[in-house]
Structures are given as structure tokens and as C-alpha cells.
């Protein structure tokens, strides 16, 4: 389903193409390419939301030790993400060219902004608002250049495309975490008993 994403890589390669046939033919694939990738962040939304609902307050809160986040710091970690990182460093490259988006501290702010004494629903419609939000926003930008570039303080240079995929792939990443701490979870309360017949994990 995905074959086309690198399309969205294309700061370097759309200076391949001289022909103005050849620029309309990228340019219509990319679009193509980046509402399906919105698409997709609505069906992730669904999918996290799935994993994070009908839980008890002590499960989203558990810790499997004092360094891994919980579920609870997951699903607002992912609500600041898309509001102060993915959905605002895509805006400023494709919008505000030349400017520094506002910084930003996805590992400070679990602690600084105490994630885990957040209410657990709450946190979940916050996260689930602000994709809507993002999602509705992607789908309205007009004839965007993926290919606008930024210029990151550590040196290398990010192509509005570059975020747009790192903002699918963030999902999957934190999707993956989710299915790991339910899994830990399972073998916690499994005590004395064992997962051991469901398979290596």
C-alpha cells in the first residue's frame, strides 16, 4: 500500500526531473501519496485509541520499571507530539520558510508536564482531538511542496516530506510500545502462571 512513500523523500530527486510533464506527473503522485498517508493517521488514531481504552487507572499508570514510560505517558506524549512537534514543524517548512520552529522536549516534558498524574480518559480525547485537528488540516493545505526544506540546529536538512513520513512512522513506533507494555502487563497479573505457551515474543 505504501510502495510510493519515498516519493515524499524528494528534496534531491525532484531536481531530476527538467521536463514540466515529468514535474506534473511527481507533483500528482505525491499528493496522491500524502492523503493516503493521512488517511492512514486516522486509521492509527483508531488503532491506539483501541489500546489505550476501557483500561484500568493502574494499568495505564504501571511502569514495568522506573526508566519505561507507561500507557498513560504514551498517549499524552503522542498529544504534545502532535501538536508542538509533527503538525507545527510541517506548518513552518511548508509556510514560514526561513524561520525556527519553537524547540521542543519530548523526553523532558513525561516528567516536566507530569504525564502520569494526568486523567487517563481525558488524556486520550486530548491525543484524539488534536489528530483530528491534523488530519483535517492535512487534508486542506493546497498544492503543498513536500520538497520545502529546513535546515535542523543539528546541521542536516528536512524535507517537509522527511516529516510528514517520520509523523506515520512516529505512530508505529509508539503502536509497537503500546503492544510491548500490554504484553508485560499480561505476564505481570499472569503470576504464578506463565505466558510461556503463547509463543516467543
Not at 503522542?78 to 511548508?94: A, C, G
Request: glycine share 6%; charged share 25%; hydrophobic share 35%.
Amino acid at each position: 500500500m505504501y510502495g510510493d512513500v519515498n516519493l515524499l523523500f524528494a528534496c534531491q530527486r525532484r531536481k531530476e526531473y527538467n521536463s514540466s510533464s515529468h514535474r506534473d506527473s511527481v507533483d500528482k503522485a505525491i499528493a496522491m501519496n500524502y492523503l493516503t498517508l493521512a488517511r492512514q493517521l486516522t486509521q492509527n488514531a483508531e488503532t491506539i485509541r483501541s489500546l489505550v481504552t476501557g483500561l484500568s487507572t493502574e494499568q495505564m499508570r504501571w511502569k514495568p520499571t522506573a526508566k519505561e514510560w507507561s500507557i498513560l505517558e504514551v498517549i499524552n506524549h503522542l498529544y504534545d507530539e502532535e501538536r508542538e512537534d509533527f503538525r507545527q514543524r510541517v506548518d513552518y517548512v511548508l509556510h514560514r520558510p526561513g524561520e525556527e520552529p519553537p524547540g521542543i522536549d519530548p523526553e523532558g516534558w513525561v516528567t516536566a508536564r507530569g504525564y502520569n498524574l494526568r486523567d487517563p480518559d481525558e488524556s486520550v480525547q486530548n491525543f484524539l482531538h488534536e489528530r483530528r485537528q491534523s488530519v483535517g488540516w492535512l487534508e486542506g493545505l493546497e498544492a503543498p511542496r513536500w520538497d520545502s526544506a529546513y535546515i535542523h540546529p543539528a546541521g542536516f536538512t528536512l524535507c517537509a516530506g522527511d516529516l510528514l513520513s517520520s509523523w506515520l512512522a512516529h505512530d508505529f513506533l509508539h503502536l509497537r510500545q503500546l503492544v510491548e507494555l500490554h504484553y508485560a502487563w499480561v505476564r505481570r497479573q499472569s503470576a504464578p502462571y506463565t505466558v510461556d505457551y503463547a509463543g516467543d515474543w
